[in-house]
């Protein structure tokens, strides 16, 4: 167990919507910069689905497990996978990653998308000139919720952000809002046109919230707010 990464910094679970909880943590860049990054916990009828996985503490992981067992583990992304081992040999979930994605010590176990362990979800597969593999998931709990990684943040606040990070962050393009990071789209090669075609899923049904990969849930509007972000920047 000593071989994984110990837990972060974090905060209590965050209610979403009724099955949904989120947990702010952090991750560590470097040398003094903590980010803070966000997790998504859904209830589902065998269990807990856990996304964008953030290692807890013992209280923390006591509070998780009275929110029910973890089933499933989503990968949703390349990234966001240095606590996604831990949580495979510490709960044996049943895991599940996009084709071709960087596994990072997890098995590939099941195919993520069109399948997916939430009833009723939609599996947003996002397909990127450079390549990375990244998806976002649409679940109908709450009027709807999207559950990103990094195509889309929500950069509204420091909490969690250690005090070099709370500097750089936003040089770099980490602030206003709920955005389509300019380092994602350089990242993953997608700019004006080709980020409303790549994103085009993400706005085809509605959603009234959304928990993305870094920053605190978007409840309630949540639909408008990702349109906007796209509108801004294609
Ligand atoms: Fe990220």
């Known amino acids: 167990m000593s071989a994984f990464p110990v ?3 974090h905060g209590p679970l965050l209610p979403v919507c009724d099955g949904v909880h989120a947990v702010r943590g952090q991750f560590r860049m470097g040398p003094g910069v903590l980010i803070p990054r966000t997790m998504t916990i859904v209830a589902v009828a065998d269990g807990l689905v856990v996304l964008n996985a953030i290692r807890l503490d013992a ?3 006591a509070a998780l497990a009275a929110l029910g067992r973890i089933a499933h583990l989503v990968k949703l992304a390349d990234a966001h996978g240095i606590d996604e ?3 495979v040999d510490r709960f044996s979930p049943q895991v599940w990653t996009l084709p071709g994605a960087r596994l ?3 098995p590939a176990g099941r195919t993520l998308g069109p399948d997916g362990p939430v009833a009723g979800g939609v599996v947003i597969d996002l397909t990127c000139p450079k390549g990375g ?3 976002s998931y649409w679940i109908p709990h709450g009027g709807g919720t999207l559950v990103t990684c990094d195509a889309v943040q929500h950069h509204v606040d420091g909490e969690l952000a250690s005090w070099l ?3 750089i962050s936003p040089l770099l393009g980490f602030s206003g809002g709920v955005i ?5 789209r350089k990242v993953h ?6 980020v409303r075609e790549v994103l085009a899923g993400l706005t085809a049904r509605p959603f009234a919230n959304l928990v993305t990969g870094h920053g605190p849930p978007v409840i309630g509007g949540a639909d408008a707010a990702v349109r906007d972000a796209i509108a801004r920047v294609s």
């Not at 090669?189 to 080709?194: C, E, L, Q, Y």
């Open 7 to 9: 837990a972060l910094r």
């Open 189 to 194: 090669g997608v700019d004006g046109a080709a």
């Open 165 to 167: 990070a709370r500097r």
């Open 180 to 184: 389509v990071p300019r380092m994602w």
């Open 133 to 135: 593999r990244e998806a």
């Open 85 to 87: 081992p831990y949580y």
């Open 59 to 61: 209280a923390g992981e």
């Open 104 to 106: 990072g010590g997890v």
